[in-house]
């Protein structure tokens, strides 16, 4: 019975170590042309703003080339839109968005909810 619980006691320690999030390793950082081999995985995303487009209830960040050639898009829908600011500015941008990417309509795409997802970069560090 001693050794049951000291063995259950290691387990929930060994538990409790592997669930530290300062243990966790950052999302791989991928470019937009390989975001179609990481669905529904969390990744960091990097690629620059060719088109915004803003409809009444959602903002598409279409990265490297518009639509319909964008290789990835960025999603922000209406009711987040105000905490990123002037959406229209990131247009020609270099930028990396971390988070899950989606596959919708054939296409990847990642759903931006908080500014913390989105990060823009000095010109020569993207890619």
Same mark, same amino acid.
């Given at each position: 019975?001693?050794?049951?619980?000291?063995?259950?006691?290691?387990?929930?320690?060994? &538990?409790?170590?592997?669930? +530290?999030?300062?243990?966790?390793?950052?999302?791989?950082?991928? %470019?937009?042309?390989? !975001?179609?081999? #990481?669905? =529904?995985?969390? *990744?960091?995303?990097?690629?620059?703003?060719?088109?915004?487009?803003?409809?009444?209830?959602?903002?598409?960040?279409? &990265?490297?080339?518009?639509?319909? =050639?964008?290789?990835?898009?960025?999603?922000?829908? @209406?009711?987040?839109?105000?905490?990123? %600011? +002037?959406?229209? !500015?990131? #247009? %020609?941008?270099?930028?990396? @968005?971390?988070?899950?990417?989606?596959?919708?309509? +054939?296409?990847?795409? *990642?759903?931006?909810?908080?500014?913390?997802?989105?990060?823009?970069?000095?010109? +020569?560090?993207?890619?």
């Amino acid at each position: 019975m001693k050794l049951f619980c000291f063995l259950l006691a290691m387990l929930a320690c060994a &538990l409790k170590l592997s669930a +530290d999030p300062t243990n966790s390793v950052p999302p791989l950082k991928i %470019g937009t042309d390989q !975001a179609t081999n #990481y669905y =529904d995985q969390a *990744m960091t995303v990097t690629g620059k703003v060719a088109q915004v487009t803003l409809h009444k209830s959602i903002i598409f960040l279409n &990265l490297d080339q518009p639509y319909p =050639d964008s290789p990835f898009a960025l999603v922000i829908f @209406a009711d987040d839109a105000p905490k990123f %600011g +002037d959406i229209k !500015a990131l #247009y %020609g941008q270099d930028v990396e @968005a971390t988070g899950k990417i989606k596959k919708y309509h +054939d296409k990847p795409e *990642m759903v931006l909810q908080s500014t913390n997802q989105l990060k823009v970069l000095p010109s +020569d560090t993207a890619k």
